[in-house]
Nanobody
Framework: VQLQASGGGLVQPGGSLRLSCAAS????????IGWFRQAPGKEREGVSC????????YYADSVKGRFTISRDDAKNMAYLQMSSLKPDDTAVYYC??????????????????????WGKGTQVTVSS
């Protein structure tokens, strides 16, 4: 069972990146997907999630309107499209998958406690 995030890199402010999350050893379609980030010296932050039950998506206020979470079940992949990037978006980004239902992916936020599998992160640096 493995998750692997990729697609990070160096981008200028205002630019875009698409992060990918590849799942192996399990079917991502049956899982709630989450994206988290952790900047140096800061706690890990839930960025976005997509519920397995109904496909509802939720975003942190800091990224709402700029980031879009999606999935491609045929490819067993999830994505995080990031636009209008800001220096404050600089962080290591992680994808995660959770099997259970619950409030860990809800309008109140994306919380790490409900996620079972975690991928290694990918670095996103927003700088001119």
């Amino acid at each position: 069972v493995q998750l692997q995030a990729s697609g990070g890199g160096l981008v200028q402010p205002g630019g875009s990146l698409r992060l990918s999350c590849a799942a192996s050893g399990f079917t991502l379609e049956y899982y709630t997907i989450g994206w988290f980030r952790q900047a140096p010296g800061k706690e890990r932050e839930g960025v976005s999630c997509m519920r397995r039950s109904d496909g509802s998506t939720y975003y942190a206020d800091s990224v709402k309107g700029r980031f879009t979470i999606s999935r491609d079940d045929a490819k067993n992949m999830a994505y995080l499209q990031m636009s209008s990037l800001k220096p404050d978006d600089t962080a290591v980004y992680y994808c995660a998958a959770g099997l259970s239902s619950g409030s860990y992916c809800s309008p109140s936020g994306t919380y790490s406690y409900g996620f079972d599998y975690w991928g290694k992160g990918t670095q996103v640096t927003v700088s001119s």
